[in-house]
Each structure stands twice: as structure tokens, then as C-alpha cells.
């Protein structure tokens, strides 16, 4: 079960935390909908490879990714979007793409949109295109230690609006 990691270390570290599961869903904006989650507060993870290493790039749903700012953020001399052959076998334990934004667990470096530290809570995918974990901002914040900058750009306006 792809959510297992990440659940027994929650456990291990007394988060409390919801577990949401819902039909199969691959991109952040259909998770949001499914689950009657704001775009605003579900939090996407995006792989992005600075300075040739990889990294957690973690904004809210509805926006993107603006490398320019996450490059001058991370003091990089390069960046850009990994592609799935390049990070797929560092998350054994996960469906590709649906990464949980814990990258303390997989060793790199995890990037906050400052925008996802105004909210209590923060919700994620749990490894699987079927589950969502909501836990505290101030627990995520704890445990993963992420670099926060604000490198989110939007919102993404959907082609049905």
C-alpha cells in the first residue's frame, strides 16, 4: 500500500491527520473537485530538477509553478521540470505522480509556496491517485522543514470556466 510509509512515520511523529479517499483522480484540480477540496488549499507536489538535483516543488492546486522564481528562491544556476523517467524510481513506494510532498522521506529538498503557510491545514495526495491525507500546516511545517519562498503563479483557469 503506497500510503503506508507515509502514514506509519505520521503515526511515529503523533500527527493527527485525515485520511480521504476517494475514485481515481490524476491531476490536483480533479482531487480538488472530487474531494470538495479549494484548489487554494490542496497542496500539488511538482518535480522540478535545480542545479541538476531533484526537488519538491509544493504549491497550491489551482496556480503553477514559476521556475524563474523558484530558481532565484533556491539560488540555482539552473532549473526545470523533471520529467517522470527522471524521478519515477525515487518513489518506489508511490504511484507516479502521485507523491506525497514529504521529501525528507525520499532525501531532497523540499519548496513551499508561502501561500500554502497562511492556511491551518494542508492536504495531499498519500501516494496513490486514490487517497488524500489533510493534516496541520504547523505539523507539515515540523517534520518536513521546507524552503519557503513564493513561486506560485495564477491561478490556472480552466478551458471549461
Known sequence: MPAAK????????NVKFVSITHSVAYTAQEIAWITHTPGK???????????????MAVLPASYHVDLSRLKAAAGANSIAVATEREFRSQFPDCETGAM???????????YADASLAADKEIAFNAGTHRELIRIAWDDFDRLV?????????GPIISATA
Do not use: Q, R
Not at 507515509?6 to 511523529?13: G, H, S
Not at 506525497?100 to 523540499?110: A, C, D, I, R, S
Open 6 to 13: 507515509l502514514k506509519e512515520f505520521l503515526n511515529k511523529e
Open 41 to 55: 488549499e490542496l497542496a500539488k507536489t511538482v518535480m522540478v530538477k535545480i542545479d541538476d538535483a531533484l526537488a
Open 100 to 110: 506525497p510532498p514529504f521529501g525528507n522521506l525520499y532525501k531532497m529538498t523540499v
Open 145 to 153: 522543514h521546507p524552503v519557503i519562498s513564493k513561486f506560485a503563479a
